[in-house]
């Protein structure tokens, strides 16, 4: 618990954070005009910890981690600041992003089908990156690369490195992709949905690799998912994404046991819960998510919200926090909290 | 015929004293896929009865999407009978089993993709009751109107527009309506719910719910998500690689498993609670390939109580609770009332 507070408040425990976002906006020109994905992000991350980041589809999640990486689409606007490891990543040109990337911080996708060359083999695209980044030989390259697989549970790595993508499962699949984002021992992960297009059982394997590697590289690591059992688990901080906001952000044991915000409270309360019988009722929320080239000027949930009221509806609430600073809502009728 | 269900009632078995509605009896399906086979389902025998919900899960590649379509007829039946409503599926072409198909309705995974995004939703949701003949328009309209309203949707809002301007969650509504159009007995969903986001979910589970309840469905509820399924269903059917390893009451199968795959897929679960302990990985390698399945019991090779009798001799469903049945070997004795599972 101590840790967890600790993690979340990474700014004011003196160690600079290994990342820090600090306002960061993200506006993406559609035919319906300007789209703000992300509004005014401002999260940070201490190195070995992890932060989750959840939200339903286009809560900006995932642009929110593009922007991190520098990784945007070209025509998306950037405002705000990304700093990571001491270093301004908005104010770097593209050839020093490029030796950041993979050596700094590396991404694990959501789909290793696509993430992965489906015409070059397994061993050619983790050798590719090895020299690329490390400047290995090629013997040098294939041995590493050899150890990595072995490291993330592929058996018979010697024979699994001559092969190519379609040869292996979603969850072999994806353990590549984890051996390619690790072959250059990055500082931060960033895994996107690592385990949404796998099944259960091995959802649970990616899960358990990603910690264990995780701990042993003392790796710092940002787990984006729309599902909050996914995170409730496996990290010390949570921040939960709205409209490309954050509408709330605590450590995690908070999160589920406190939260103040009522989308988090609706959201937690929308997953079926397996202790209940069957022909439960869900408490599901209402209504659907706002059209994000729609903004409203008041709290982007106060359409779908019990608690709002006119004031919802003008003013968008800040982020804030009110006791601990590890614990920040945005919210003008908060719940009550711990009891 | 509707309404005769008593669903006030929960069936705690297919085979009690009623006909059931849907009966599956010995079914397989296979496929060729260069020069070599695929047996996507072996021999699954289970029963529905009127006013049941059953739940079928498993992972990808067990079969359970080739074993709605086989249901339906969309793919091809290899060997065993469907029997609905007594009238064996599988025997039927042609104008009967058309008549026969208006009784049984299907909705997919992916809403988005099951709609035409170029048509209207009034000609999507009109093209039922079209091809089974109801010519007056008037009637026609009155029947989109009321079924659109029983989904959640606006008539007056929603029946102009095309299908590609509603999100994956209306588009689940339109689909839904869709195959509620004709007034189905049985309708079978496939993964209704897992494209969907977590608050879009909800609202459609609590849908289906309302809607058989209000048209008096018997439904087949197939997902990988075992929480949903306990949501909704009576009873519990789990497939791996092509078999049915157990079927139970919902309860029981929750609170007692007895096949040590189903175990296993309860453990895996993760839970939206920080202070649930994450079970140590029971879980090793990843579903063999349905081309070859091994020998006696499929799930051997991943299971840590496999014997050498589950490689030699396939284990048969059988009875070790009312009700309850698996297909192990060496079934976990916790399969009773005195022994409830630790969470």
Known sequence: MGQAIQAAEAVGAGTPPLLSIESVSVELPTRRGPLRAVDGVSLSLAAGRTLGIVGESGSGKTMLSRAVAQLLPASACLSGRVRFDGQDLTALSPQALRRLRGRAFAFVFQDPMT?????????????????????????????????????????????????????????????????????????????????????????????????????????????????????????????????????????????????????????????????????????AISGLPPDPTRPSPGCAFAPRCASADAQCRTAAPPLKAVDVGAHQFACWHPLAGAP | MRGASDRSRPVAAGNGEAAPLLRVDDLSVDYQAGGNTVYAVSGISFAIARGETLGLVGESGCGKSSLARAILRLVAVSSGRVLFDGVDLTQLGGAPLRQLRRRLQIIFQDPIASLNPRRRIDDIIAEPLLIAGVADKTQRDRRIDDVLTAVGLDPALVRARYAHAFSGGQCQRIAIARALILEPELVVCDEPVSALDVSIRAQIINLLEAMKARYGLTLLFIAHDLAVVKAVSDRVAVMYLGKLCEIAPTEALFQHPAHPYTALLLDAIPRPDPDAPIPASLAVGEPPSPLAPPSGCRFRTRCPRATRRCQEEVPLLREVAPAHLVACHVPLSSAGPEAPRPR
Request: charged share 20%; proline share 8%.
């Open chain 1, 115 to 283: 993430s992965l060359n489906p015409v070059l083999t397994v061993g050619g695209q983790i050798t590719e990156t090895l020299k690329e980044h490390l400047g290995l030989d090629g013997a040098a390259a294939v041995r590493r690369a050899i150890e990595l697989l072995a490291q993330v549970g592929i058996p018979n790595p010697e024979q699994r490195l001559k092969q190519y993508p379609h040869q292996f499962s979603g969850g072999m699949r994806q353990r590549v992709a984890i051996a390619i984002a690790l072959s250059c021992e990055p500082k931060l992960l960033i895994a996107d949905e690592p385990t949404t297009a796998l099944d259960v059982t091995v959802q649970a394997q990616i899960l358990d690799l990603l910690a264990r590697e995780q701990r042993r590289r003392h790796m710092a690591m940002i787990l984006i998912t729309h599902d909050l059992a996914v995170v409730a688990g496996r990290t010390d901080a949570v921040a939960v994404m709205y409209a490309g906001r954050v509408v709330e952000r605590a450590p995690t044991r908070t999160l589920f046991r406190a939260m103040r915000m009522p989308y988090t409270r609706a959201l937690i309360a929308a997953i079926p819960k397996l202790d209940a019988p069957p022909h439960t009722p869900l408490p």
